[in-house]
C-alpha cells in the first residue's frame, strides 16, 4: 500500500491566527491557491444582484403585459395620455450618462484623474436629470388626474416606472459617492474597481429603461 | 367505515375515467414503491457493517443511469399523454348541454340560477335559490360559474367534480349525473372565516319529479 | 500536524479573548457562529409552528372543544379555549409560513450553508462576512415581525400560505387588518436576507474555492446549496414583486388583484406559484445534499454516479421554473396549458428517480454503519419517496381535479417537507453536531427519537392520503359540518393522536441537543472518517478555520474503500506519492 503523508505535513506553512479579521486579500486565504479567480467577488456579487434585479423587473413587466394585452382600450379614454415628447429627451439623456460613464472607466484605467472626474460628473448631471424631469412628469400627470389608483393603467404605470426611478435614485446616490471619493483621488488604473462596479450598475439601469420605455409609453 | 377508505360513491358520466386512471397510477406507484422499499431493505440488511470487512468500490454505471432514465421517462410521458384526452373531454369540451344554469358563488354560499320557463338565462323570469341544485337525472348539466367576492371552488366529490370559482371570469362547466339521489357540494378554496360549512345540496331526480319541483319554485317566487 | 494544530488553537484561544463578547456571539461575523444563530432561530420557529400544528390537530379531532390548557387566550381569538373558525385560519396560515420561511429554510440554506460552504470548499470564511452577518439578523428581524403580527388586532394573516387574493387583498374578505400586511413585509424583508445569503454563498462557492478543489470535486451538500442559491437570487425577487403588488391592492387603493377594478385574480397565482415551486426545490434540493453526503460516508463507499447527482440536481433547478401551473389546474386557467404543465411536471419526476435510485446505488454492497444520521438519512429517502410519488397523481389534471385542496395535497406537503426536508435536517445535525459544537451527539437518545418520530410520522401523515381519496377538504376546520366525511372523523382522531406523539418526541431532539452540549463524548478531529474537508481540522474549528495551512485538494470528495489505501477511507487532502499530479 502506497505511503500516505498529510498535505500539512508535507511542507509546514503555520498560519498566524492572531489576525483579528481576515481580509479576501490574506495570501492563505481560501487556501494557498496560485491561479487568480477569472471575475472578483465583488463583481461577481454586483451581477448577482442584477440579475435578480432583473427578475423582479420581469414579474412586474409580466403582470404589466397581462393586462396591457387583456384590455381593449389602452390607455382608457377617461386618463391622459403619457408624455412621450418629453420622454423621448430624457431617455435621450439617460442613454447618454451611459456613454459618459463608459468615458470614466475608459480614463481610470489610464489613470487620468481630471479626465474621470469630469466624466463622473456629467454622468451624476445626467441621471440628475433624468430623475429631475421625470419626477415633474409625474407631477404633472398626477395633475391631469392619473393616480396610482386610477385602473390598472395608472397603477402599472406608477409600479413600472416608479420601480426604475427608485434603481436611477439608488444609483445617483451611489454616483455621488464615488465622485466624492475619485475627487480624493482615491481611484487610479490599478485601483479601479469602485468604479467598474458603480459602472455595471449604472448600464443596468440604463439598459432596462427603452425596454420600459418602449412598453409603457409607445407600445 | 371501510367503504369510506375509498372514493366516494360515483355519480357521474366521466368518473370512472377519473377513477381509472387514479387506479392506473395506484398500481405504477405501488410497483415502484415496492421495488424500491425491497431493494433498499434488502441492501440494509445484507450490506450492514460486519467486522473485517471492506465495502466495494463501484463509483457508479453509465448503462444503468442511462436505463433508469429512460425508463422513468417513458412511463411519466406516457401517462401524461394518456391523461389529456379525459382532461381534454371533462375540462375544453365535452357534450352539449341539454340543462343550463348559473351558478354565483358568494361568501358563503352558493346562488344557483335556473331559467325561467322561456329556458333562457339572464332574462327576468330567471329563478334563484341559494344552495339549492336539482338536476335531472341523465341530462347533460351545464354550468355558467363564477363568483361574487373571491375565489371558492365547486366541488361534487361524487361527481369527481372540482372547478374554482372565480370573480371576473365566467367558467363553463359541465357533468352528467347517473344516480338520483342527495350530495353535498362543499366549496375547496379557502374562501374565508366561512369556509368551512360552506356547502349546498345536489339533489339528483328523475325527470318527472325535477320538472315538479321546477313548477313548484316558479310558482311559489310568482307571489 | 496535531501538534501545529494545538499550537494554533492557542493563538486561536488567545485571539477570541481579543473579540468583544458582542462581537463573537451576537454581531459574529464568523461564518460558524452565522450558521449557529440560524439554527437557534429555526429551532425556536419550530416549537411554534409545531405549536401552531398541535392545535389544529386538536381542532380537526375534536372540533369546537376546549384546548386543554388554552382557557387564558384572550377573545376573539379563542372563546374560553375553543378555536373559531378565523383563528383556524390565522393558525394554518401560520403554521406553514413559519415552517416553510423561518424553519427550514433558516436551517437548511441558513445554518448549513454558512457552516459547512467555506469549511468543505477550503475557505476562512465566506467572502462577504458583513454581509453574512446582515443576512441573518435582517432574517430576525423578519422573524420578529411575523411573529408579531399574532398580536395585532384583529390577528394573523388568514388567507393561507399562498395568499391568494382577492381573499387576501381586501381586509374585509377575512377581518384581518394589520396582520395580513405585516405577513407580506416581513417576507419581503426575509427576501432581502436570503438575497444577501445566496449572493454570498455563489460568490463563494465560485471564487474561494482551495487549491485543487475543483467543481467536480465539490461534495454533493455543496453542489446542492449552490443550485439552492441561485433559485433563491431568482425565485424571491418575483415573490416580492407579488407582494408589494398586494400591498399596494390593501393600502395605495390600487387593483392588481381585484376584478371589480379591471384586476386580475389569477396573476397573483401565477406570480405566487412562478415563485412557489422553485421554493419548494429550494427546500428539498439541500436535503438531498446532506442524505447523499451522510449515505455515502455510513456505507463507506463512493456516492453510486457522482455526476449524475449533480447533473440531476441541475435539471431539477432548471426544469422547477416551467412547472408552476401544476397548482393551478383547477384554478380556470386555460385547461390547454394545463395539459403542457402536466407533462413538464412528470418529467421532472425524471431526475428524483436518477437521484433515488443512486442513493439505492450507493448503498449496494457497501459496508453500512447505522448510526442516529444514517437513520435519518435513510429515512429521508424513503419518505422524500413517498410524497414524491404522491406528487404523480396531483400532476395528472383529471386526479388532480378530484384531489386538489383535499388532505391527499396536505400528505404530499408532508411527506416532502417533513419527511424530507425535516428528516435532513436531523440527519445533517446529528452528523455535523460534532464539528459545530465539538461534541457528540447522544446515540441511544438519538435512535429512540428517530423511532418514535418515524413511526408517529407516518402515523400522522399517511392516513392524510385516505382522508383526501374520501374528499376532506384542506383549510377546514370543522369535518364534522359535512355528512360524507362524518363516518371518517375516526381517522382524524388517530391522526391527532399520533401528532401529538410526534410533536412530543420532538422535545427528545431538542433534549439531545442541549445535553449532548455539555455532556456529550468530546469529538475528534473526524468522528466518522469521512473525507471532506471539514474533518481535517479540530472541532470546532478555530477562527479562521484551518490552524495550519489550508488544505489541499487531491481528489474527489467519497473515496470510500478505495483500494489505494489500507483504511476505507481516504480523506480529499491527503497526499498519495503517485497521485501528487491530481493536484495539478
Ligand atoms: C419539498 C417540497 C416539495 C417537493 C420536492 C415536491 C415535489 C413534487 N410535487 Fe409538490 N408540493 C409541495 C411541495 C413539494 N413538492 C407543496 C408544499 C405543495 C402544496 C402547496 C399548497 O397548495 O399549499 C405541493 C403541491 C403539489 C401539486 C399541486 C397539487 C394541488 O394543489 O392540486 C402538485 C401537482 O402536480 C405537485 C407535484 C409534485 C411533483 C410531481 C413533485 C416531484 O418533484 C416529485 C418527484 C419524485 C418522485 C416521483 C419520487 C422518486 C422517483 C422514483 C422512485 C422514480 C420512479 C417514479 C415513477 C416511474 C412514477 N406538488
Ligand atoms: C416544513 C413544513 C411543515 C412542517 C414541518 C409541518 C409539520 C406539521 N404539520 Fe403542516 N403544513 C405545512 C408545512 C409543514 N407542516 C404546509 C405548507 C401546510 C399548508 C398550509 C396551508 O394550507 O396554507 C400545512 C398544513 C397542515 C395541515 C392542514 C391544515 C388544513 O389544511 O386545515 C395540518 C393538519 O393536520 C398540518 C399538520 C402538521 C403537523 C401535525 C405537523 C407536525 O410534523 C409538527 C410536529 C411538531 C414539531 C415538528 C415541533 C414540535 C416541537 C416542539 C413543540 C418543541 C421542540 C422545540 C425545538 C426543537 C426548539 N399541517
Ligand atoms: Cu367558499 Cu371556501
Ligand atoms: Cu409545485
Known amino acids: 500500500m502506497a505511503r500516505a503523508v498529510t498535505a500539512s505535513s508535507a511542507k509546514v506553512r503555520p498560519f498566524v491566527a492572531r489576525v483579528r479579521r481576515i481580509d479576501p486579500s490574506d495570501s492563505t486565504y481560501g487556501g494557498d491557491r496560485r491561479e487568480r479567480p477569472f471575475m472578483s467577488s465583488a463583481m461577481l456579487a454586483i451581477l448577482m444582484v442584477i440579475a435578480s434585479e432583473m427578475m423582479l423587473f420581469s414579474g412586474l413587466i409580466g403582470s404589466f403585459l397581462i393586462f396591457r394585452l387583456q384590455s381593449a382600450f389602452w390607455p382608457p379614454p377617461a386618463l391622459p395620455r403619457l408624455p412621450i415628447a418629453v420622454t423621448w429627451a430624457n431617455t435621450f439623456v439617460l442613454l447618454s450618462s451611459a456613454v459618459t460613464i463608459s468615458m470614466a472607466v475608459r480614463a481610470v484605467h489610464q489613470s487620468r484623474q481630471r479626465l474621470l472626474r469630469r466624466y463622473l460628473l456629467a454622468t451624476l448631471a445626467l441621471g440628475v436629470t433624468f430623475l429631475a424631469v421625470q419626477g415633474s412628469e409625474w407631477v404633472r400627470l398626477v395633475a391631469h388626474g392619473l393616480k396610482l389608483s386610477s385602473g390598472s393603467y395608472g397603477g402599472t404605470f406608477y409600479i413600472l416606472i416608479g420601480c426604475h426611478g427608485a434603481h436611477v435614485t439608488a444609483g445617483v446616490i451611489w454616483l455621488a459617492c464615488v465622485v466624492v471619493a475619485a475627487m480624493r483621488g482615491r481611484y487610479n488604473a490599478r485601483n479601479a474597481a469602485g468604479i467598474e462596479l458603480c459602472a455595471v450598475y449604472w448600464y443596468f439601469v440604463c439598459a432596462i429603461w427603452p425596454l420600459l420605455f418602449v412598453l409603457v409609453y409607445l407600445m | ?223 | 500536524m496535531s501538534s501545529t494544530a494545538a499550537v494554533a488553537a492557542h493563538g486561536v484561544h488567545a485571539e477570541h479573548h481579543q473579540l468583544s463578547f458582542l462581537r463573537t456571539y451576537v454581531f459574529s461575523e464568523d461564518h460558524k457562529m452565522i450558521a449557529r444563530q440560524f439554527l437557534f432561530m429555526g429551532l425556536f420557529m419550530m416549537s411554534i409552528g409545531g405549536l401552531m400544528a398541535m392545535l389544529m390537530r386538536w381542532e380537526l379531532a375534536f372540533p369546537e372543544t376546549a384546548v386543554p390548557g388554552f382557557h387564558w387566550v384572550p377573545e376573539p381569538f379563542m372563546y374560553d379555549g375553543a378555536i373559531p373558525p378565523n383563528t383556524y385560519n390565522a393558525m394554518f396560515t401560520m403554521h406553514a409560513t413559519i415552517m416553510i420561511f423561518f424553519v427550514v429554510m433558516p436551517i437548511l440554506v441558513g445554518c448549513f450553508g454558512n457552516f459547512l460552504i467555506p469549511l468543505m470548499i477550503g475557505a476562512r470564511d465566506m467572502a462577504f462576512p458583513k454581509l453574512n452577518m446582515l443576512s441573518f439578523w435582517v432574517g430576525a428581524v423578519a422573524g420578529v415581525i411575523m411573529i408579531s403580527s399574532f398580536f395585532v388586532p384583529g390577528g394573523a394573516a388568514a388567507a393561507g400560505w399562498t395568499s391568494y387574493a382577492p381573499l387576501s387583498a381586501v381586509p374585509i374578505y377575512t377581518g384581518v387588518e394589520w396582520g395580513q400586511d405585516l405577513w407580506c413585509i416581513s417576507i419581503i424583508i426575509l427576501g432581502a436576507s436570503s438575497l444577501m445569503g445566496s449572493i454570498n454563498y455563489i460568490t463563494t462557492i465560485i471564487n474561494m474555492r482551495t487549491k485543487g478543489m475543483y467543481f467536480f470535486r465539490l461534495p454533493l451538500v455543496i453542489w446542492s446549496l449552490f443550485i439552492t442559491a441561485i433559485l433563491l437570487l431568482l425565485a424571491l425577487p418575483v415573490l416580492t414583486t407579488a407582494l408589494a403588488l398586494l400591498l399596494f391592492d390593501r393600502m395605495g387603493g390600487t387593483h392588481f388583484f381585484l376584478p371589480a377594478g379591471g384586476g386580475e385574480p389569477l396573476l397573483w397565482q401565477h406570480l405566487f406559484w412562478f415563485f412557489g415551486h422553485p421554493e419548494v426545490y429550494i427546500m428539498i434540493l439541500p436535503g438531498m445534499g446532506i442524505a447523499s453526503d451522510v449515505i455515502a460516508t455510513f456505507s463507506r463507499k463512493p456516492i453510486f454516479g457522482y455526476r449524475a447527482m449533480a447533473y440531476a440536481m441541475i435539471s431539477i433547478a432548471g426544469l422547477s421554473w416551467i412547472v408552476w401551473g401544476h397548482h393551478m389546474f383547477q384554478s380556470g386557467m386555460d385547461p390547454a396549458l394545463g395539459s403542457s404543465f402536466m407533462i413538464t411536471t412528470m418529467v421532472i419526476g425524471v431526475p428524483s428517480a436518477i437521484k433515488t435510485f443512486n442513493w439505492l446505488g450507493t448503498l449496494y454492497k457497501g459496508n453500512i454503519h447505522y448510526t442516529t444520521a444514517m437513520f435519518n438519512a435513510l429515512a429521508f429517502v424513503a419518505m422524500f419517496v413517498i410524497g414524491g410519488l404522491s406528487g404523480i397523481w396531483m400532476a395528472c389534471t383529471p386526479v388532480d381535479m378530484y384531489i386538489h385542496d383535499t388532505y391527499f395535497i396536505v400528505a404530499h406537503i408532508h411527506y416532502v417537507l417533513f419527511g424530507g426536508s425535516l428528516f435532513g435536517v436531523f440527519a445533517g445535525l446529528t452528523y455535523w453536531y460534532p464539528k459545530m459544537f465539538g461534541r457528540m451527539m447522544n446515540e441511544t437518545l438519538g435512535k429512540i427519537h428517530f423511532w418514535i418520530t418515524f413511526v408517529a410520522f407516518n402515523c400522522t401523515f399517511f392516513p392524510m392520503h385516505i382522508l383526501g381519496m374520501a374528499g376532506h377538504m384542506r383549510r377546514i376546520y370543522n369535518p364534522q359540518q359535512y355528512d360524507f366525511l362524518k363516518p371518517i372523523i375516526g381517522i382524524n382522531e388517530f391522526i391527532s393522536i399520533s401528532a401529538f406523539v410526534l410533536g412530543a418526541a420532538q422535545f427528545l431532539f431538542l433534549a439531545n441537543l442541549i445535553w449532548s452540549y455539555f455532556k456529550g463524548a468530546k469529538a475528534t478531529e473526524n468522528p466518522w472518517n469521512a473525507n471532506t474537508l471539514e474533518w481535517t481540522t479540530p472541532s470546532p474549528p478555530p477562527h479562521g478555520n484551518w490552524p495550519g495551512t489550508v488544505p489541499i485538494v487531491y481528489r474527489g470528495p467519497y473515496e470510500y474503500s478505495s483500494p489505494e489505501v489500507a483504511e476505507d477511507f481516504l480523506p480529499q487532502s491527503q497526499l498519495i506519492e503517485h497521485s501528487t499530479a491530481a493536484a495539478d
Not at chain 2, 3 to 21: A, K, M, N, R
Not at chain 2, 54 to 68: D, F, Q, S, V
Not at chain 2, 90 to 114: D, L, R
Open chain 2, 1 to 223: 367505515m371501510l367503504e369510506y377508505l375509498y372514493f366516494p360513491h360515483d355519480i357521474s358520466t366521466f368518473g370512472p375515467q377519473v377513477d381509472w386512471l387514479f387506479e392506473v397510477i395506484f398500481w405504477i406507484v405501488m410497483i415502484v414503491w415496492i421495488a424500491v422499499m425491497i431493494a433498499m431493505v434488502v441492501f440494509m440488511i445484507r450490506y450492514r457493517t460486519r467486522p473485517g470487512r471492506k465495502a466495494e468500490y463501484i463509483e457508479g454505471n453509465t448503462r444503468l443511469e442511462i436505463i433508469w432514465t429512460t425508463v422513468t421517462a417513458v412511463i411519466l410521458v406516457v401517462l401524461a399523454f394518456m391523461s389529456r384526452a379525459t382532461w381534454a373531454d371533462i375540462k375544453e369540451h365535452g357534450p352539449p348541454g341539454q340543462v343550463f344554469y348559473a351558478v354565483n358563488a358568494k361568501q358563503f354560499n352558493w346562488e344557483i340560477t335556473y331559467p325561467g320557463p322561456d329556458g333562457k338565462l339572464g332574462t327576468k323570469d330567471d329563478l334563484t335559490v341559494e344552495n339549492e341544485m336539482h338536476v335531472p337525472i341523465g341530462k347533460v348539466v351545464r354550468i355558467d360559474l363564477t363568483s361574487k367576492d373571491v375565489i371558492h371552488s365547486f366541488f361534487v366529490p361524487n361527481l369527481r367534480l372540482k372547478q374554482d370559482a372565480v370573480p371576473g371570469r365566467v367558467i363553463k362547466v359541465w357533468f352528467e349525473a347517473t344516480e338520483t339521489g342527495q350530495y353535498e357540494i362543499p366549496c375547496a378554496e379557502l374562501c374565508g372565516f366561512g369556509h368551512s360549512g360552506m356547502k349546498g345540496n345536489l339533489t339528483v331526480q328523475s325527470q318527472a319529479d325535477f320538472d315538479k319541483w321546477l313548477a313548484d319554485q316558479y310558482a311559489q317566487n310568482k307571489q
